[in-house]
């Protein structure tokens, strides 16, 4: 989802922990990495050196999430499974609030839940202010912050997720602007979001950000899928252009970490399967999903749902949507991921429907978004938010995990 502001989310929050002073090694691009040893990059490859990276942060309990025919199996238990996004969990700074996240979420019977794995900034945020990656135009250079307000505070949701048993679906960054996302790359190393995908320089930077991640917890089983990006995009170009970039990724990540899942983050877009031409079955984003998902190291697909955003203005249109997607990842011989829909302000009409469809043609479905009461206040509400204990949550959350 796009539509997120995060200066008003970071104030919302109320984050309270104090800068990382602690200073890192420069990589051969410009990366460095607060409190860890340093890793070495090759600009012209885009390649990442084995040295490590630390000792991973995390460590789960039960089993790694797999694929399992058209399924997936979380746990040693193939069946359908719900879930929901709540991106700004990350990014809080009081453990109470996130433990209750999780807490609610298991006793509500959702199983998977996407959590924003990036925020990227130009220049260090004032005291308090969680951020991931700094990339300095002025000193172009990135340090990747692990400290108490960097990277810890991802260390604490993953740490949350295996004491509750919820999996995590973890993108690496961001389309949109929000939280930095790819601008914040080409603020600091020139060229433009679609140069994005084939600048070695940044495309460097990206693969160093994933090797830190995926470093921290490559053993943790509550991690059920790394994602290459938060809805990627490229206006204009060739669908190669991402299906290239899908590939080489997704390779990269899996030579790091065999144990978890890889998918794309994409919103679906590009099919002729069912196509009635209208904008997202097109290629004008420049992606094509069924090309995407054939990349060898593509676990499973994933699809999100906005018709108001997309100009659609039949609701109903989304239950054809949802087949389509269905059957590409049938021929596919993969599951597909239902990861976003929802509609403004009507949480129990259209996308209740939408549910019943996907129950029988994908393998699980993540409703944007969850909300609840923090200590803070109440968490975002960007008018598709849930919140948890209302009569919306009945009608478009219980009763839906209920016909599970």
């Given at each position: 989802?796009?539509?997120?502001?995060?200066?008003?989310?970071?104030?919302?929050?109320?984050?309270?922990?104090?800068?990382?002073?602690?200073?890192?090694?420069?990589?051969?691009?410009a990366?460095?990495?607060?409190?860890?040893?340093?890793?070495?990059?090759s600009?012209?490859?885009?390649?990442?050196?084995?040295?490590?990276?630390?000792t991973?942060r995390?460590?789960?309990?039960?089993?790694f999430?797999?694929?399992?025919?058209?399924?997936?199996?979380?746990?040693?238990e193939?069946?359908?499974?719900?879930g929901?996004?709540?991106?700004?969990?990350?990014?809080?700074?009081?453990?109470?609030?996130?433990?209750?996240?999780?807490k609610?979420?298991?006793?509500?019977?959702?199983?998977?839940?996407r959590?924003?794995?990036?925020?990227?900034?130009?220049?260090?945020?004032?005291?308090?202010?969680?951020?991931?990656q700094?990339h300095?135009?002025?000193?172009?250079?990135?340090?990747?912050?692990?400290?108490?307000?960097?990277?810890?505070r991802?260390?604490?949701?993953?740490?949350?997720?295996?004491?509750?048993g919820?999996?995590?679906?973890?993108p690496?960054?961001?389309?949109?602007?929000?939280?930095g996302?790819?601008?914040?790359?080409?603020?600091?190393?020139?060229?433009?979001?679609t140069?994005?995908?084939?600048?070695?320089?940044?495309?460097?930077?990206?693969?160093?950000?994933?090797?830190?991640?995926v470093?921290?917890?490559?053993?943790?089983?509550?991690?059920?899928?790394?994602?290459?990006?938060?809805?990627?995009r490229?206006?204009?170009?060739?669908?190669?252009?991402?299906?290239?970039w899908v590939?080489?990724?997704s390779?990269?990540?899996?030579?790091?970490d065999?144990?978890?899942?890889v998918?794309?983050?994409?919103?679906?877009m590009?099919?002729?399967?069912?196509?009635?031409?209208?904008?997202?079955?097109?290629?004008?984003?420049?992606?094509?999903?069924a090309?995407?998902?054939?990349a060898?190291?593509?676990d499973?697909?994933?699809?999100?749902?906005?018709?108001?955003?997309?100009?659609i203005?039949d609701?109903s249109?989304?239950?054809?949507?949802?087949?389509?997607?269905?059957?590409?990842?049938?021929?596919?011989?993969?599951?597909?991921?239902?990861e976003?829909?929802?509609?403004?302000?009507?949480?129990?009409?259209?996308?209740?429907?939408?549910?019943?469809?996907?129950?029988?043609t994908?393998?699980?479905?993540?409703?944007?978004?969850?909300?609840?009461?923090?200590?803070?206040?109440?968490?975002?509400?960007?008018?598709?938010?849930?919140?948890?204990?209302?009569?919306?949550?009945?009608?478009?959350v219980?009763?839906?995990?209920?016909?599970?």
């Amino acid at each position: 989802m796009r539509s997120v502001s995060s200066l008003a989310i970071l104030s919302a929050v109320g984050a309270a922990s104090a800068l990382s002073s602690a200073a890192g090694t420069t990589f051969s691009t410009a990366v460095s990495i607060t409190g860890q040893p340093t890793p070495t990059v090759s600009p012209a490859s885009s390649t990442i050196s084995s040295t490590p990276l630390g000792t991973p942060r995390a460590t789960g309990t039960g089993s790694f999430a797999k694929v399992d025919g058209s399924k997936f199996n979380i746990d040693g238990e193939t069946k359908y499974f719900a879930g929901t996004n709540s991106y700004w969990l990350p990014f809080q700074t009081n453990d109470a609030d996130v433990d209750s996240v999780f807490k609610n979420l298991k006793e509500s019977g959702l199983k998977i839940l996407r959590v924003w794995g990036f925020n990227d900034v130009n220049t260090a945020p004032e005291a308090g202010t969680v951020y991931f990656q700094l990339h300095d135009k002025a000193k172009g250079t990135t340090t990747i912050n692990t400290g108490a307000d960097g990277l810890k505070r991802l260390d604490y949701v993953v740490s949350a997720a295996e004491k509750y048993g919820i999996k995590l679906i973890i993108p690496f960054v961001n389309y949109w602007d929000d939280y930095g996302g790819m601008d914040a790359y080409v603020n600091a190393y020139g060229g433009s979001k679609t140069e994005w995908y084939t600048n070695a320089k940044i495309q460097s930077v990206y693969q160093a950000y994933i090797k830190a991640v995926v470093s921290r917890y490559k053993t943790s089983s509550a991690v059920f899928a790394w994602e290459l990006a938060n809805e990627p995009r490229c206006s204009g170009c060739k669908t190669d252009i991402i299906a290239n970039w899908v590939a080489k990724t997704s390779a990269y990540i899996k030579s790091l970490d065999s144990n978890h899942m890889v998918t794309t983050g994409e919103e679906g877009m590009g099919l002729t399967v069912g196509s009635d031409g209208s904008y997202p079955y097109g290629t004008s984003e420049g992606s094509d999903f069924a090309k995407n998902l054939a990349a060898p190291d593509i676990d499973f697909g994933v699809y999100h749902l906005y018709v108001a955003d997309w100009g659609i203005k039949d609701n109903s249109w989304g239950n054809e949507w949802i087949e389509a997607h269905a059957k590409i990842c049938d021929k596919a011989g993969k599951p597909c991921l239902f990861e976003e829909y929802g509609i403004k302000n009507d949480h129990c009409s259209a996308s209740v429907k939408w549910q019943k469809t996907a129950l029988t043609t994908n393998a699980a479905d993540l409703f944007w978004q969850y909300g609840q009461k923090l200590s803070s206040g109440p968490s975002p509400d960007d008018e598709y938010t849930i919140y948890y204990g209302t009569d919306d949550w009945k009608c478009a959350v219980a009763d839906h995990v209920s016909q599970i």
